[in-house]
């Protein structure tokens, strides 16, 4: 695994988490935190192949 590989297998999670914290603040609504996480691993699917 190359290191940008690396840094997106760390990074996905991460946004994920924050997604479903903000999701349980009541900062975000449901369909924006789902988007967020959906977008967020789908993004980084393409960029972790293309490494």
């Known amino acids: 695994m190359s ?17 479903i914290a903000l999701k ?5 609504q449901g369909y924006s935190s789902l988007a967020a996480v959906v977008f967020s691993v789908a993004i980084a ?3 972790f ?3």
Not at 3 to 19: K, S
Not at 24 to 28: K, W
Request: glycine letters at 10%.
């Open 24 to 28: 349980r603040m009541g900062v975000l």
């Open 3 to 19: 290191d940008a590989q690396i840094g997106l297998v760390m990074a996905a999670p991460i946004i994920v988490i924050f997604a």
């Open 45 to 47: 699917g393409v960029l």
């Open 49 to 51: 192949w293309q490494q």
